[in-house]
């Protein structure tokens, strides 16, 4: 008999044939999460969990389901998993990195080109019927090539930021809690204390996971830090921002653009003050959003799954402890 499975959302063919092909599965069909107390249902006789971001995998689901086995989270980001947890209780946890980090930079690299330029406004300034001729001061911008680049992260996607700026000529300053000497010169970057970042840099984008440590990295007090054009952009978590300190800092000019990709709460309301100010740039949280990329995690997702449920380390393991402790009498 197949193995039971609950799939949080419907994900791309890639991955979805794998899982049906060697589970039972039942995929949540709704563009929306599936509610707690639906998520709490379905667990409770299955296998395996292939989640996503939105759905929160803690103490309270692992003890609803006695018979799980593996989560495999179709992200690479796992915050919304309590892996300890999950390691206590013998059940493998794999994420999905590596296979979406070019595609994330390069979104990252065209929110900063966006804000850069004010593309955003100018596509709204057409649309409201605003353009009537060319002119000398419209919508002026501030240059990419040649300005500083500060990175708060510097793992795969971080790295993989700082390679792109290298084509325009960026001087790229860095922060991470890991010096990594190693790229330093490969990249032509340069590592200094989050201060000196912050005030130096013409462009801030953060690349690091969210901690209770980094909740809030960017907030009032470092947004003061930063230039008064400075461009913010987010393509890591939306928590580690201050919402309300930021926006305070665009609408009071203390920052001249923010470009978010995630933010917190997420999705963002429609009330929300942010999506007031013409210098604040939010998309849906898409940067890992091509065809080919959702795919290959969707697969990877599928293959972390079908490994847990045949006792076997993942492709991509968080916690490969958990099967020891299975494996202990």
Known sequence: MKPIVYVTRRIPDQGLALVLEHC??????????????????????CDGLLSLLTDKVDAELMDAAPR???????????????VPAATERGILVGNTPEVLTDTTADFAFALLMAAARRIGEAIDYVRAGRWKTWGPMLLMGHDV???????????????????????????VLYHDVVRRQDLEQQLDITYTDIDTLLAESDFVSL??????????????????????????????RGPLVDSQALYAALRDGVIGYAALDVTDPEPIPLDHPLLTLPNCLIVPHIASASV??????????????????KGELLPTHLNPAALERRRAP
């Open 68 to 82: 799980l086995r593996v989560v495999s989270n179709m992200a690479v980001g796992f915050d919304n998993i309590d």
């Open 145 to 171: 090539h040649g300005a500083t680049l500060g990175l708060i992260g510097l793992g795969r996607i971080g790295s993989g930021v700082a390679r792109r700026a290298q084509g325009f000529n960026m001087r």
């Open 292 to 309: 080919a990329t959702r795919g290959k995690m969707a697969e990877l997702a599928a293959r972390n799954l079908i490994a847990g449920l």
């Open 207 to 236: 690349h690091t996971p969210l901690t209770p440590e980094t909740r809030h990295i960017i907030n009032a007090d470092a947004l003061r830090k930063m230039k008064p054009t400075a461009v913010l952009v987010n393509t890591a």
């Open 24 to 45: 039972q599965a039942e995929v949540w069909p709704e563009e929306t999460p599936p509610p707690r107390n639906v998520l709490l249902e379905k667990v409770r006789a």
